[in-house]
């Protein structure tokens, strides 16, 4: 069975020991490769959004839920980051910066699609956006080394993907719209 409380400390510990992401992706692997378990222990993910579980000057870890379909901005997090994915799928593209910003500063350089059941470490430089392609709720355990709260992160506008600082309450509303368009698609059955 998963329990939380376990979950966090072994977390801490993993970092304490190697503050890389190397000791702490074997936890949150170990966790999401029973994925009924993680659902077992947090609640079967019913609402989109993002819970704290633990988080520190050097640690942070995090319930992600993506709501259906939603789609997140390219974004960074100037800090290393597991994801371990235990309900759903969600697709990442990975971004790179372009040395010439003629007309966008970014440029897609990868894909990958996450399954419910692995985890991926991101590296510390990494830009990403995310989107949860299924018609369901995705749940993901998200794990960073630093203080996720305090770290000065940015974001790429759709359009232009020209950068701009990271936009929580911008995010917390992309949230709450795709929980009421969630909301209107059951409505219609
Ligand atoms: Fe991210």
């Known amino acids: 069975m998963f329990q939380l409380d376990r979950f966090i400390e072994d977390c801490k510990a993993a970092h304490a020991e190697d503050s890389s992401h190397k000791a702490v992706h074997e936890v949150i692997s170990r966790a999401v490769s029973e994925p009924g378990q993680v659902i077992g222990g947090l609640g079967e993910p019913t609402k989109g959004g ?10 942070t ?35 790179r910066r372009l040395e010439d910003e003629t007309e966008a500063q970014i440029e897609a350089a990868g894909a990958k699609s996450m399954a419910a059941g692995k985890a991926t470490p991101l590296g510390k430089d990494i830009i990403h956006s995310v989107t949860n392609p299924t018609d369901l709720f995705t749940g993901a355990l998200h794990v960073y080394g630093g203080d996720f709260y ?18 929580y309450d911008g995010n917390t509303q992309r949230f709450q719209d795709a929980n009421a368009a ?5 409505e219609r059955g």
């Open 61 to 95: 870890i995090l319930n992600v839920i993506w709501a259906p379909r939603m789609t997140l901005l390219p974004h960074n997090h100037n800090m290393w980051a597991v994801i371990g994915v235990y309900s759903g799928r969600e697709d990442n593209i990975f971004w």
């Open 150 to 167: 305090d770290a000065h992160r940015s974001e790429w506008e759709p359009e232009t993907l020209t950068e701009r600082p990271f936009d």
């Open 182 to 186: 969630a909301r209107m698609a059951r």
């Open 50 to 59: 993002v819970q704290k579980l633990y988080h520190s000057d050097t640690l």
